[in-house]
């Protein structure tokens, strides 16, 4: 529903990824290979569970499955599995609107005021809004009302949440651009719930899924609706997978039906028969084919155009009718060729996961189309990760004038980077080939030459990854995240510009209207709308203002100049004499000697600051014996060769943390809420540091001494600790990665969790070591 693709990777437990058995009679060669190939996505997208149908004239050619819920593995996916299938609901809410178009009830032309007298949002261009804008989203509305928009968890009445579209500005004149808009079949809803006089979801339910006999669907989830929905997932930038949320949201009628897929294969059989359902006729021929019909000349992003609900292109030549729904852990695409008289319904567990639904969807009704015709099969690339060597060569910094892209690893594969759009995954093809394959999208559509990369048609050449600016001093204040937890809206600055990365995962960036306000460019998800940042009596910014939807601020981390602190669950001494009383995990194998040294020793750019020897850290209190830092030998060694590499660039290395006898991980581990545990080490396991292979670490300015500002706090149990995090400053962000390739050169890894946290690469060699650092003697 927010959005037709979004990206990044998750890692699900192979547990989950049961093949459900086919359930149709035809198990043909066509259909092996679609589970086939969903089997290969789910394990390679971490797509929990996915369900999948086909559908001619005469019903139901296969379906398939992949998957099982976590909590209650009983629950497989398959026809009956629910789901929650986002703006797929769309095409519900405007059938139901046409059946009242039918009778004479409704006009899709007068203006929407006729049904609505207190509908008044500002409207500059004179063009009165109708029904046939509102659901071919050419209305000219914001995206999202203020008031029970996709971010809203407190789910407003549909009267409450179109009410508040008066406060806002249309964005562009009626009927001149085609914008996707969820507040404009919001108001179709409320239309239809004005009319019929009763509410939305009943209006529904007994004119349109009751006829069409799709007794598993649902606008409001009854508990016979729950009993077969799956827990459901979302995913962030790096890919930390977490539980998404369930409320209902007060624009219902733009995305909040809950349908399994066989429900949907009743739907789209009775498309393919124009309109006969298995109760009978739930619409008239020739107002399917209005529906099916380019409402004006002007196309949507991706040359798309818009019928009446249904988005209308071609498959391989072929009319294509459809829809995709993303909401909160789900991802569908439901589409129909009506002259080959076949279709295809594709759910999935995972939020952003729409791109390999729609390439998954697309197969399908190519393989049945190839059955029906005698022709072979077609082919489905599969990928594999980028090689080392390629990821070398191809990695860095690409500009076009003055737009950049950047192509990175994130741990194990690579991604490229692109102003206004996601970071999607490169992988390689057995050709040798990069192509971009992930949840968000696939595409061959990129090539790599000499010192060049071609995307979308689009040249860059390579280019020096130089020191970037400082931010404007104006705009530090904006900085930050704000929202909630299930929809974070991150400011940050790039490259010049302030930047909103919002919905998770679509970065733009803002146009400065002065006194607070920026505008978004005029493409993607909020086209030209506004977005205005609010102080309070203190001269602090405490909100940001989408077109009325309101972002609260976040406290995040640290203050910044401040050591980030916790409460400990127990008072420190009473840990620390529990502790010192324990005793290190038993351990089998056999272990290299420990040989651990004094890392100052390696480098004369290196400095120590190590916290855990005085109060400046998150336990407020000392527990080393002395400020020292040791690694293993060849872990030291390496270590100074990247600090003498960092002395070319003008940097020194500021060591917070070394090798940490175990019974101060457990005194970590004890204190630390479980909240915060991501980011302490379970002693049950010994942690990498008590091996003397793993240092924290950051840069200082060899000019001045001082250590340089990083995006967050050392320490500190925030996501602003990832490696890749998106939010502060272009300076910030660049020298976190000057730090990381430093590192990685000299074959030490970064802590998911932890930008300052490095491990070298042999530190499964050494055993848990327990000694106090005086106790310590270095071979020689």
Known sequence: MKRFYMVITACITACLLAVIPLVAE???APFKKVQDIIEHEAADKGLPMLSIVLVDENGIVWSGGVGADAKNPSLQADNDTTYRIGSVSKLFTDIAVMHYVEKGLLDLDVPVTTYLPDFKPHNPYGTPITLRMLMSHSSGLVRETPVGSYFDPEAPSLAETVQSLNGTTLVYAPKTKVQYSNAGIAVVGRVLEKVAGKPFAEVLETNLLQPLGMKDSAFVPSAHVRKSLPEAYMINYQGTRSIAPTFELGIAPAGCMYATMGDLALFMKALIDKGQGVNGRFIEEDTLDQMWSPQGDVKSARDRSFGIGFMLSELDGEKSVSHGGAIYGFATQMKVLPNKKIGVAISTNMDMANGIVNRIADYALRALMAQKEGKPLPVYTYTKPVSDDMVAKVAGLYKNQDESIR????????????VNDLSLRLRATDNHAIVIDDMVAYSEDI???DASVTVFGKDYAAAEDVKPAPVKPEWVQYLGEYGWDHNVLYISERDGKLHALIEWATDYPLTDLGNGTFKFPPHGLYPNEEITFKKNS???VYTASLNGISFERREVGGIDGHVFKIDPVKPIAELRKEALAASPPHEDGTFKQSDLVDVTAYSDNIKLDIRYASNDNFLGTPVYSSARAFMQRPAAEALGRAAKRLKKQGYGLLIHDAYRPWYVTKIFWDATPMSGKDFV?????????????AVDLTLYDLKTGEPIKMVGL???MSERSFPYYPGGTSLQ??????LKTAMEAEDFTVYEYEWWHFDFDDWRSYAVQNAIFENIKPAH
């Open 26 to 28: 035809d198990a043909g």
């Open 447 to 449: 090539r790599f030459t």
């Open 407 to 418: 192509i990175y690893r994130l741990f194990k594969d690579l991604y490229i980077e692109r």
């Open 733 to 738: 962000r660049w020298h976190r990665n000057v």
């Open 714 to 716: 050392y320490d500190e």
């Open 681 to 693: 080490a379970d002693p049950s396991q010994g942690s990498r540091h008590n091996r003397g292979s």
């Open 538 to 540: 203190e001269d602090k």
